[in-house]
């Protein structure tokens, strides 16, 4: 097939194909708003969901001391921000029962000599029953109930030694101060990485389908035989989904500074330079996918098959240093875990370019490679 | 119309027969009903981890005595914590900013004097990466028990602690994230071959026009909507038997409760993922629509909303009522408990009849929809 294709009438057909393939997406109002809006929903949505804090728990206590200290230490749990309720039991089978049904994340047992010991000078002692299903959460409110029991020994202190009321309150012996995100608000974490994460999917699920769907209704068979090189077929199914996940991104990031107040503190421009990466990396899997597949079900449930394993070990969910090593050098070659480092850096710390490329030359290597390898693969499906 | 079809057994045998052998034959639908759960849960016994490690850190030792030496060799012996030593707050600053580490430790210059002087006034200064929120809040919890660990050790007057808290953990007591994340997972799995498996087969059906050509067949609506779904039942609940058996020998997950409870459930469960499937196929009748559709309503939720990984009860009022809404939210409660805590019928009863009832009304719509897209 060797035509001579000037340079002025490739770029015509290239336009023409692209215009062609945006309107496939965007023709339908049905599909227009699904490409846009749910995305957006689901931030809104996410961002408040995703959190690891714990909140609203209700605790029960089987108080068998009914003395001071005991009164004052369900009476700082009552007070204290995590508990919605607290539950008094009369028995440990109650407590038990109640952790069963999972309607307390955890049940006090405070002994009949609790007050006696902690007045004679000893250390009064307390078990704390956990619901181990919930146990991320369940450390989380011992980390918790800890700090509540060091307040009432604080009070305790201050009770032995009447005088000094006001001043012998134990401080911490460490300053902490946040950088970047004082008041450490879990939004301003999770928004750009949901930002990431609903463009990856919105990208790779575009592209998949992009070929899968004229090979099942047929149209493939037109492209075949029209003046069309690989390459513009390869360009005309990327540009669009590249226009979309970008724009979507940024949407996203730009609606997270609006809504949570994020500051913006990094390049913009260095941001969507690794956001482009990002988007072509993706549409070159995306690709792929597709050419293998033969059937539109076959391109969805594949791009599926790749990306819910490459979210869960990008870093979104659960920082990478905390799995095993063999995985942690997987997960260089998943795009959406150095996207992730780009958006964090250059949205919040404003991580200067010379440390951004860390992450940026990654990016680029995996695109060029499963750009490439989408080339190899429509070509070895165009013949 | 010529009246009502009667309901034919041998007739829908033959449509369930088809189905199946459609569904077997397409490699896809083995991909997603046997290798992505099995990739899965992999990847929450082992990737998926919220247990905190080696969290890389900065200590700065801008005193030369011999006490900040003891603190900084104390931060520098923790299991947690990987650190890095400097002598000036410039050179790890930086190395915040790239990402590489993940906040610094100071022992200022007059730590002796502080130390001395006692009182409250801070010994040190920590700093963290505050763009990981719940990595900073570790950084700086942990960063404070080294200090006070190092400064009791310290004090030959030890002060006993007026109370100590004694915690057990039931059902769990190795405290491994992944005995709760592995059953959870089993709800994700469900939900992907139920409703988007199912969405995509029926929507197919629609965008071909052949669902039209079933419908003209002297088959039932019924009898083609059963026949259609209860291949995808059987093999919803096959992945199901599969991935349990994954958890409970190669993860090492226990079954405390009966098998008969968790089948009980996953069936259940069925109900309404199969219900969602078909009324996203009928609203879309298209498969990119459906893919997208399933996806942000199916998929995306049970990951989110279901209590698996986040905390519902954390959750702010508006969101948490949205949960109700998310039949994964019951099935995880119950796979939970029927795997570490065995067979709870409190726990059991009300997530059946809620997922029962959810199930109901998406069919009830499902069908509402199917009948709507005949008629035009």
Redesign the interface.
Known sequence: MARPAPAPSALVRLRAQVVKEMLSILR?P??RM??LV??L??LL??S??????????DIAVHDQDMGR?SHE?VARLDGAGFV?NVRPVTGSFQARAL????EV?AALEIPADFSRT?AA???????????????????IV??Y??MV??D??GE??RAGSAATAA?A??????????????N???Q??IVPGLAGILAF?SAL?LTA?SIA?ERELGTFDQLLVSPASTLEIIVSKSLPALAIGTVLALLMVGAGAVLFGIPFAGSFWLLLAGLVLFILSVVGIGLMVSAV?A????A???A??IG??AV??SGF???V????VA?QWLAQAIPLTHFL?IV??S??????AA?LL?SLWPLALIALVTLSMAVVFVRGRLQ | MSGPRRFDARRLAALVRKESLQAVR????L??AF??PA??LF??A???????????IGVVVESPGAAAQELAAAFAATRYLDVSFAHDRREVA?R????ELRGF?VIPQDFEQRLARG???????????????????FV??Y??GV??TW?TGQAATA???????????????E???R??LVPGAIAIIMT?IGT??TA??VA?EWERGTMEAVMSTPASVAEILVGKLLPYFALGMLSTMAAAALAIFVFDVPLRGSVAALLLLSAVFMVPALGQGLLISSL?R????A???A???G??PAF??SGF???I????AP?RA?TWLVPARYFV?SL??VF??GD?W??FVPDLLAMAAIGLVLFTLARRATRKNLER
């Open positions: 339908d049905r599909s699904v490409v749910p995305p929903v689901q949505l996410f408040f969901a995703a959190t690891l804090e714990v909140r609203n728990v200290w230490l919605s952790i069963d049904r999972g994340i902690i000078g000893g250390t009064g002692r307390v078990q704390v029953l956990v619901d181990g299903r919930r146990s991320n959460a369940g450390q011992v980390g109930l800890t029991a060091a009432v020994g305790v202190e001043d309150v134990p401080a911490s012996p460490v300053a902490v101060r946040n950088w970047f995100n004082p450490l608000v879990y301003w974490f999917f699920m389908l769907r597949s059937t539109q079900q076959q969805i449930l594949g599926f098959a819910v394993p869960l070990m969910a659960t920082p240093e905390n799995m095993p995985l480092e964090h850096g949205v919040l710390r404003a991580t200067p440390d860390a | 397409d490699p896809s639908t991909l997603i290798v992505l990739v899965l990847l929450f082992y990737a998926v981890s919220l247990d905190i490690r080696q969290v890389r930086g915040v900013v790239a990402g430790v009182g409250d006034q801070p010994l040190v200064q920590v700093i963290t990466d505050g763009s990981q929120p719940n990595t900073a809040s700086a919890n960063a404070q200090v006070m400064r002060p006993t602690p007026a109370i100590t808290l004694e915690p057990r953990y039931w059902f769990n007591a405290l491994e994230s005995r709760a992907i988007m498996l995509l087969v197919r879309a298209n498969q990119f629509l893919a997208q559709v996806l942000f309503s998929f995306l989110m909303l990984l986040f905390e009860d954390a959750m702010p969101i949205i409660s939970k408990t570490l805590a709870q409190a726990v």
